[in-house]
């Protein structure tokens, strides 16, 4: 039997253009544009998804089981735990849920602009959260445990990416309030994506990847909005607003890993092709030598989870072009083997000054400016200190994550 899903591109609640449909016949999966969509120009994924009028057989299975385009709108780690226990709770079997039943149960609370019709609508809840209880039920569904707030956390965590809990809230500064952040929201209330510890994670997470915001920001990084979310029980939340709306519209967001075809499992990426792309795509320099300041920042503060999803770039539609979304999943952090996920200049383990000159000379970054770029970061990092104060970093906790920063001398 051959299941169907419309591809729509929703950049406000009125405002819907049909990208194209995907098909699933036998187990394997087909997508045809539709010529109106062609004829606008909007090439969605330019590297991997032919954009012309023929079917395309996805035979990327190394890759995964859809094109990158729509496996953006998948979730991975607990957004895709989430969906799993989900579809358990109803009975189903996994075996028998295909990648396009799990893009129809997304349906448009997704990430970033793509929508999939016909969906498998939930009741939607608007009500107020405690991210409290949120927290707490979050440690209990990886405990194996069931819950009856799964449907809940399913709505508001089942489409962002990455391993630790998080869920998308509604979030009004004026009100000081959080609400479910699932697609539209009320007047006043601005998308914010919210992160919960997990019982093996460091309990002071939160205010680390908090002060690394802070820290990324003084170094010159594009970042979005962030704070902590504080509640009565004392405990803090890292939440980041996100970059993916603007007020009520939405926009494309594709991760680069996805954009390449390249496995984030698999390490097989260098900071080379990252900059590459980033170049290829945005036809910016600018976002060149951004791209190349967030692999000085986090070769220097120890950031080694820098796979290739934790980059994307955005497609504004009203001007028809790319660039380099903010950054994002800033922290402390070991990578594959103690490396980076990305190599720099092929250098895993111990990248220096002569790797990240290296990636400058190939990419057109000029040596004063990336001088002037690694000697902006690093003096961010020398404020530290000041950074961990303002997030209620303890002392030892900030001493510890800084001795792990890497100085690299200009010589």
Do not use: C
Not at 30 to 39: H, I, K, N, T, V
Not at 49 to 77: A, W
Not at 162 to 173: D, E
Request: glycine content about 8%; overall charge negative.
């Amino acid at each position: 039997m051959m299941k169907k899903l419309n591809v729509l591109f929703r950049s406000a609640l009125r405002d819907e253009r049909l990208v194209g449909t995907l098909a699933e016949a036998n187990g394997v999966i087909y997508f045809e544009y539709d010529p109106s969509f062609l004829a606008s120009g909007w090439n969605l994924s330019p590297f991997r998804l032919p954009f012309r009028q023929d079917l395309y057989e996805h035979k990327d299975l190394s890759f995964g089981p859809l094109p990158g385009l729509f496996d953006d709108s998948l979730p991975d780690g607990w957004g895709l735990l989430l969906m799993d226990r989900f579809f358990l709770s109803l009975g189903l079997s996994l075996t028998e849920v295909s990648p396009l039943d799990r893009l129809a149960y997304l349906g448009s609370r997704t990430m970033g602009a793509l929508i999939y019709q016909p969906s498998s609508d939930l009741p939607v809840n608007t009500g107020l959260f405690d991210l409290q209880q949120l927290a707490v039920e979050s440690q209990r569904i990886l405990a194996g445990h069931a819950s009856e707030i799964l449907p809940v956390l399913f709505k508001t965590g089942g489409s962002p990416g990455g391993s630790r809990p998080k869920v998308l809230v509604g979030y009004s500064p004026e009100k000081n309030r959080v609400i479910s952040g699932e697609d539209e929201l009320p007047s006043g209330y601005q998308a914010w994506m919210v992160k919960f510890t997990v019982k093996d994670d460091d309990a002071h997470a939160g205010l680390v990847e908090q002060a690394y915001a802070l820290m990324a920001g003084a170094s010159g990084i594009s970042m979005p909005s962030t704070r902590l979310f504080t509640t009565k029980q004392g405990e803090s939340f890292f939440g980041i607003k996100r970059f993916d709306r603007q007020g009520r519209r939405r926009i494309h967001a594709h991760t680069f890993g996805n954009l390449i075809h390249t496995n984030f499992r698999i390490p097989s990426a260098d900071y080379n092709d990252f900059l590459k792309v980033t170049s290829l795509l945005t036809h910016n320099h600018q976002d060149v030598e951004e791209a190349f300041r967030r692999m000085v920042f986090n070769v220097m503060a120890h950031n080694r989870d820098d796979h290739v999803k934790n980059f994307s770039f955005l497609f504004d539609d009203q001007n028809e072009e790319w660039s380099l979304a903010p950054a994002y999943d800033l922290t402390l952090a070991d990578g594959p083997g103690g490396e980076h996920s990305m190599t720099i200049a092929g250098e895993g383990k111990t990248p220096d000054l002569k790797h990240i000159m290296q990636i400058a000379s190939v990419h057109g970054v000029k040596k004063k400016k990336a001088q002037t770029i690694i000697e902006e970061v690093k003096t961010a990092i020398k404020a530290w200190p000041d950074f961990a104060d303002q997030a209620g970093l303890s002392s030892d906790i900030a001493d510890s994550v800084s001795s792990r920063f890497l100085p690299i001398p200009l010589h």
